[in-house]
């Protein structure tokens, strides 16, 4: 019997991945659900190859029958009787609701949506708890720390080392960077991915949120998630444990392999996709410290993180309005950063254990950026 994956947001780069891994791995898993936002034509052309029983379309009527619209159909596709897994390759604070009912189902949930995580950990954690689902990161990083642990007490585990390309601008002055365009925000050095996570590792704002998406995954203290930078992204993370021991995970980057290993976890199995190491081939592997003044944002989601409560999703949602203005060239890049630094400036943090707390933050919150942002 093969396993029904529901895949949101399989119009993006995360959901079109995954399917690339499915196509190999037909016999262990069946496509049951797709959603997109906006994108109907390659949704239809989707659910014409794999056939799910469900299809979802948010923005928009799916000439497919039977398909849901509006928000409401993530949560339909996320809790779907025939549904073991999900993967959540939606981007932003509108994956945060889908993520919550799949756990509360029991489900597995395949997490590339970081930004729920993010806004909302203890809501996302204890769902898990309450309803027997389990999160798996998809991540790289994530995927690296958790293929390193797996078969380890967490008390066996000290300190982990998330890994950071350092972005297009890593070797650029901090004035220049300020003023840096669209397309060159864009120009990832090492990965292929959607633009607002492209912008986000160009401040480095995807690593702040990286290291609380590590700290609610592997329930660390903040001060034991570290970050260093390293351009050639072969390292995807290091993990020491008690007695000093360092073990890492190394590959070459694709997201193909930390998708399959979401499927499959504890479990792996043989793949042919992935293009297999070759340490001759990789060359030479560099390490750097972060540079505070080349990345302003990312020591604010260090420092929003340490704060707690609804300061992550305050800085979340600050972000992701500050990236879509700049990517609809509204504001400079440095601006980025100053708006961040704005909201959280004007934010009190308070506790964070409803949802009704955490949307309110992000409502706010997105407020006073718009506000902040084009002032
Ligand atoms: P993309 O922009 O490529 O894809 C986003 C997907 O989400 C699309 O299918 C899009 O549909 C859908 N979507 C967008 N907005 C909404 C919404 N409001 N409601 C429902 N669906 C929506 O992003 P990525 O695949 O790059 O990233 C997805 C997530 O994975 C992000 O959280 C990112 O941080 C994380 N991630 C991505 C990695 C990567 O390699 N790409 C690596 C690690 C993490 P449509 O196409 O119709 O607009
Ligand atoms: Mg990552």
């Known amino acids: 019997m093969s396993v029904g994956?529901?895949?949101?947001?399989?119009?993006?780069?995360?959901?079109?991945?995954?399917?690339?891994?499915?196509?190999?791995?037909?016999?262990?898993?069946?496509?049951?659900?797709?959603?997109?936002?906006?994108?109907?034509?390659?949704?239809?052309?989707?659910?014409?190859e794999w056939k799910p029983a469900y299809v979802g379309l948010v923005n928009g009527e799916s000439r497919e029958q039977g398909a849901g619209s509006g928000a409401s159909c993530l949560v339909e596709a996320a809790t779907r009787a025939d549904v073991a897994i999900v993967v959540n390759g939606i981007v932003g604070a509108a994956g945060l609701e889908a993520t919550l009912a799949a756990l509360r189902a029991g489900k597995r949930v395949a997490l590339a949506n970081k930004e729920a995580l993010v806004m909302a950990g203890e809501l996302v954690t204890r769902a898990a708890r309450e309803g027997g689902g389990e999160i798996v990161p998809v991540d790289s990083e994530h995927s690296a720390v958790l293929q390193c642990i797996t078969g380890r007490r967490p008390t066996e585990l000290e300190r982990l080392i998330l890994t950071a390309s350092g972005g297009p601008f890593r070797t650029w002055t901090p004035e220049r960077v300020a003023g840096a365009t669209v397309e060159e925000a864009l120009r990832h050095p090492t990965w292929r991915m959607g633009k607002k996570i492209t912008v986000d590792s160009a401040t480095l704002v995807n690593k702040a949120l990286e290291v609380i998406e590590a700290h609610f995954l592997f329930a660390l203290p903040y001060p034991a998630v570290e970050v260093v930078v390293h351009p050639q992204s072969v390292v995807h993370a290091f993990v020491e444990f008690v007695d000093g021991s360092v073990l890492a995970q190394v590959g070459f980057p694709t997201m193909e392999l930390p998708i399959l290993y979401a499927l499959t976890h504890p479990e792996r199995v043989p793949d042919a996709g992935a293009r297999r190491f070759d340490p001759v081939a990789a060359g030479s592997l560099t390490f750097e410290p972060v540079r505070p003044d080349l990345y302003p944002a990312?020591?604010?989601?260090?420092?929003?993180?340490?704060?707690?409560?609804?300061?992550?999703?305050?800085?979340?949602?600050?972000?992701?309005?500050?990236?879509?203005?700049?990517?609809?060239?509204?504001?400079?890049?440095?601006?980025i950063a100053e708006t961040i630094a704005r909201v959280l400036d004007a934010h009190r943090p308070g506790d964070a254990g409803s949802l009704a707390a955490v949307l309110a933050t992000d409502a706010e919150a997105r407020r006073l950026a718009r506000e902040a942002a084009c002032s």
Do not use: K, M, W
């Open 5 to 48: 994956v529901a895949i949101l947001g399989s119009t993006g780069s995360i959901g079109c991945s995954t399917l690339q891994v499915l196509a190999r791995q037909r016999e262990r898993f069946r496509v049951a659900a797709l959603t997109a936002h906006s994108n109907a034509d390659l949704l239809e052309r989707q659910a014409a």
């Open 298 to 335: 990312y020591g604010l989601g260090r420092a929003a993180a340490v704060a707690g409560g609804t300061a992550p999703a305050a800085f979340n949602a600050a972000n992701e309005v500050a990236v879509e203005l700049f990517l609809e060239g509204r504001i400079r890049f440095g601006r």
